[in-house]
C-alpha cells in the first residue's frame, strides 16, 4: 500500500499556495503509513474549501450539507465501529453553523477523528468573517475591522468533553502527520486544529509564527511525557503562576491533563502545538450497546408485541 492508493483520477483544485494541498498530501501519507487500505477508512465533511477533500481520496466519503458532518460521522461510526471515521471541516463550516452539533459530538465521545482547518476566515463564500475571525482583522463583512472577539475551537473542545485535543500548522508536516495517526489510533472524539492559511483572502494571517522553521521560538511543540523544548534552548516550565518559557532550564515532561492544557491554550507566545490533552474513557458506542435503546421504533414495536402477547 502507497499513498498513491488514497488518491484518485480528480484533479486537485484549491488556489494556488493553499494549506488544504498540504493537509492533504499528510493525510494520505499518514494512512499509508498505518497500512490502512482505501475500504477500511471514511471521510466526512460540511461545506467549505477544505470540506472538498473528500473528493480527492480514494476512499469511502460523504460530502454533506453545510454544518451536519458530525450527524453523518456518528451514525457512521455506530453503524461500522470497526472503520475510522476521519471528519474534515473549517472554522466557518464547524464553528458556526455546525457548532452545535460537533459539541454535542464531543461529549458523547463518539469514535471520530475531527480535523478542523482554521483559516480564520470564510474562503468558499469569499472571504467574509469567521467565528475565529481575530479583533480588528480586516474582512468583507468587517471592513472598518473585526469587532469581535474570536473564539477558541481547542477551548471549546476541551469544555465540551473532547477526549483528545491537539494542534497544529499546514506547514508543520511531520508533527501533523504524528497528530493525525494519534488521533485514529485513540478511542473516542479527537479535535485536531490546523492553522491553515488562505492565500486569497486572509494570506499571512499567522504571520512570522506560521513559518515552518524548527528554531521558530514563537512555536512550542508538547507530546505526554516527553520534555518541552523548542527553540534550541527555550523549555517551558511550571510553578505556581502556571507555565512560562525559561532558557538554559531543566526541561519539563509534559502531562497531558485538562489543567495544564487550559493553561497552555491561554498562552499567546509562543503558540502551543502538537497533543496537548488526552483521556481514556468509555466511547459513546460502547456506552449505547450496553443500554437499550426504548425510544427506537423497532423496540417500541417489540415492546407492544410483547404486552399484546402477554396480555
Known amino acids: ?56 481520496l480514494s476512499c469511502y466519503g460523504f460530502h454533506t450539507i453545510h454544518g451536519r458532518a458530525p450527524c453523518i460521522a456518528t451514525g457512521v461510526a455506530i453503524a461500522k465501529p470497526d472503520l475510522p471515521v476521519i471528519i474534515i471541516t473549517g472554522d466557518g463550516d464547524g464553528l458556526s453553523i455546525g457548532l452545535h452539533h460537533l459539541l454535542h459530538m464531543l461529549r458523547r465521545n463518539v469514535n471520530v477523528t475531527v480535523l478542523l482547518m482554521n483559516n480564520r476566515v470564510y474562503g468558499l463564500t469569499k472571504g467574509q468573517a469567521s467565528p475565529t475571525s481575530q479583533h480588528g482583522q480586516m474582512t468583507k463583512t468587517s471592513q472598518l475591522g473585526h469587532h469581535e472577539d474570536p473564539l477558541d475551537p481547542l477551548s471549546v473542545a476541551l469544555a465540551a468533553g473532547a477526549s483528545m485535543i491537539g494542534r497544529c500548522f499546514d506547514v508543520h508536516g511531520l508533527v501533523m502527520q504524528r497528530l493525525i495517526q494519534a488521533s485514529l489510533e485513540h478511542q473516542g472524539t479527537s479535535l485536531i486544529e490546523i ?59 509534559y502531562e497531558a491533563s485538562k489543567l495544564n492544557a487550559q493553561m497552555l491554550l491561554q498562552l499567546q507566545s509562543p503558540i502551543v502545538t502538537g497533543l496537548i490533552y488526552q483521556e481514556k474513557r468509555p466511547i459513546y458506542q460502547v456506552q449505547r450497546s450496553q443500554k437499550p435503546i426504548i425510544g427506537s421504533f423497532a423496540r417500541a414495536c417489540e415492546h407492544l408485541l410483547t404486552w399484546s402477547i402477554s396480555d
Not at 499528510?26 to 482505501?38: F, I
Not at 471514511?42 to 473528500?54: D, Q, T
Not at 492559511?197 to 528554531?215: E, L, M, R, Y
Request: hydrophobic residues 35%; aromatic residues 12%.
Open 1 to 56: 500500500m502507497s499513498a498513491q492508493a488514497f488518491a484518485n483520477e480528480q484533479t486537485v483544485r484549491w488556489c494556488p499556495g493553499c494549506g488544504d494541498y498540504a493537509i492533504l498530501k499528510y493525510l494520505q501519507a499518514t494512512l499509508e503509513r498505518m497500512h490502512l487500505s482505501p475500504s477500511e477508512v471514511v471521510v466526512i465533511s460540511g461545506i467549505g474549501c477544505a470540506s472538498r477533500l473528500p473528493y480527492y
Open 195 to 253: 492553522y491553515q492559511n488562505c492565500p486569497i483572502f486572509n494570506d499571512g494571517a499567522f504571520g512570522q509564527v506560521g513559518k515552518a522553521d524548527s528554531t521558530n521560538p514563537h512555536v512550542c511543540t508538547v507530546w505526554p511525557q516527553e520534555p518541552i523544548i523548542f527553540a534550541q534552548n527555550n523549555t517551558l516550565v511550571q510553578d505556581v503562576n502556571g507555565w512560562h518559557v525559561a532558557q538554559d532550564q531543566e526541561p519539563s515532561y
